[in-house]
């Protein structure tokens, strides 16, 4: 939906969608990392624990300000 599909096209020229790259890329991260602590777990459970809900805070916090920045670019997008 982002760069070359039609989120770019409908909404490519708001300053909000220039912002989106990070806060997206750190959910797709923290996520992996999460996934990564889980499939090497090593016995450590609360270490493993401890790795996957760090991450997933890191996620959700991006995540978060991944929405505000969609609800600014329809914002931008009909203030046109």
């Known amino acids: 939906w982002r760069h070359g599909g039609e989120g770019e096209r409908y909404f490519g020229r708001t300053q909000a969608f220039t ?4 806060p997206h890329a750190t959910v797709h991260g923290a996520v992996h990392e999460a996934l990564v602590a889980i499939r090497g777990s090593s016995g450590n459970e609360e270490a493993v624990r401890e790795t996957v809900v760090a991450a997933l805070e890191r996620a959700e916090q991006a995540s978060a300000e991944l929405m505000q920045l969609l609800d600014r670019m329809v914002r931008e997008k009909h203030a046109r």
């Open 19 to 22: 912002l989106t790259d990070r």
